[in-house]
T-cell receptor
């Protein structure tokens, strides 16, 4: 089945630094979604990408839909302590209704 | 607009028992998907309901079942609980499946512990 590989698995950074993470797939995706999950909560949708090459921002977050359709990138600028959490990429599972395939997540820790 | 709500938030059950979890989607959303999240397996798709019909099912045993009501609220049931069923169960709703919009909005989850 479809698999999404996220890297890095974890990041430890200082407040104020920029962060980059990516997600790759062996198959083509027509949509890329980025979520953030904090402890004890469900994932929160950050950014949705629908077009190859698309670059979309949400505040300090910027995500890109790779032109090969097999990858996506998320950048966080000037990180702050509340950016701590697990970031997941996700995409629709083929033509299956209602199914999202998730990456294994990138754990972000921000030191004040 | 209220988000996705799930009840209960926490549950402790004994092996062999059964459990029912509830999910109310965002108003106007008709599709509800369920996921199981564990440290080892990550987020795994259980099933999806739309207009009271299960349209898609993940690779889980028949002990996992669900249903959807006419108001789009959904429940999932796990029978004969096993220790390995301990997980965070997440419900997600989406607006109009089949229109090329795949955004799903998650509830806070139900943390199930099986002892």
């Amino acid at each position: 089945g479809q698999q999404l590989n996220q890297s890095p698995q974890s990041m430890f950074i200082q407040e104020g630094e920029d962060v980059s993470m990516n997600c790759t797939s062996s198959s083509i995706f027509n949509t890329w979604l980025w979520y953030k999950q904090e402890p004890g909560e469900g994932p929160v949708l950050l950014i949705a990408l629908y077009k190859a090459g698309e670059l979309t921002s949400n505040g300090r977050l910027t995500a890109q839909f790779g032109i090969t359709r097999k990858d996506s990138f998320l950048n966080i600028s000037a990180s702050i302590p509340s950016d701590v959490g697990i970031y997941f990429c996700a995409g629709p599972g083929g033509t299956s209704y209602g199914k999202l395939t998730f990456g294994q997540g990138t754990i972000l820790t921000v030191h004040p | 607009k209220a988000g996705v709500t799930q009840t209960p938030r926490y549950l402790i059950k004994t092996r062999g028992q059964q459990v029912t979890l509830s999910c109310s989607p965002i108003s106007g959303h008709r599709s509800v998907s369920w996921y199981q999240q564990t440290p080892g397996q990550g987020l795994q798709f259980l099933f999806e309901y739309f207009s009271e019909t299960q349209r898609n099912k993940g690779n889980f045993p028949g002990r996992f079942s669900g249903r959807q009501f006419s108001n789009s609220r959904s429940e999932m049931n796990v029978s004969t609980l096993e220790l390995g069923d301990s997980a965070l169960y997440l419900c997600a709703s989406s607006r109009s499946p089949g229109t090329g919009v795949y955004e799903q909005y998650f509830g806070p989850g139900t943390r199930l512990t099986v002892t």
